[in-house]
């Protein structure tokens, strides 16, 4: 499928959605929101699809808002929101279909991720970046708090303190620090961005699919829950992933001493 604002390419397993307006840095206008959803949905229900990576086009991931359309709406005449989008915006949907897609989503961060940009980039499950990456939470600057979930996963990434302090400056953090505070799996040299992510997607991609999907969910099941639940939960999905024909190729590769071949059964 072709999308006007973002380029979308399956290779080895690997769904690659690159956001597609390198003038605008990426800003999540025109239908680049409609874009991206559509997408993720799309490669969340492909078997043939293992990982999915986003990036950006050109030198930013992703700058956030489209704060020239944003301008135009707030003219005398400008078309408000309907209802609907009021009560459950695009952002919101995506964000929920990113969390709830049974395989692993991995931010390619190659420069400027602010404001939405980086909260976007943090709904991710995984975030590499380009030693060019730069990081803020812009919001403030702009008059404006998070969105795009970004209260949510900036002080279950760094801790509260930390969050409040970037949400409330709107600082302007880059790759390395982002790599301190655990914000960023691995920084690496701009041109090794795209291969060291997916060097990552492919380790990822070969591995049993059933037990990956059981495993993302209950990781976040489980930042929810008690110690409790969340041996209960991990008993509940282990059951699952037991029975699983992966699994009993799993121990036949180890008795066998080579590498297994995962299916997804």
Known sequence: MT?????YDVRERIATLTLNRPDRLNALGDTL???LYDALTKAAADPGVGVLVITGAGR???SGGDVKAMSARGQPGAESPPPS???SPIRDRTVLAMR???KPVIAAVNGVAAGA???LALACDMRIASSAAKFSQAFVKRGLTPDWGGSWFLPRTVGAAKAVELILTGDTIDAAEALRLGMVNAVVAPDALTAETLKLARKIADGPPVAIQLAKRAIYHNLDVGLRSGLEYETFVQGIARDTEDAKEGVRAF?????PVF???
């Open 60 to 62: 930013g991931f992703c």
């Open 255 to 259: 008795m066998e001493k080579r590498a």
């Open 100 to 102: 709830d897609c049974p």
């Open 85 to 87: 989008e009021r009560a």
């Open 33 to 35: 929101r409609d874009d």
């Open 3 to 7: 999308y006007k604002c973002l380029l």
């Open 263 to 265: 299916r997804g059964h």
């Open 117 to 119: 940009g980086m909260s």
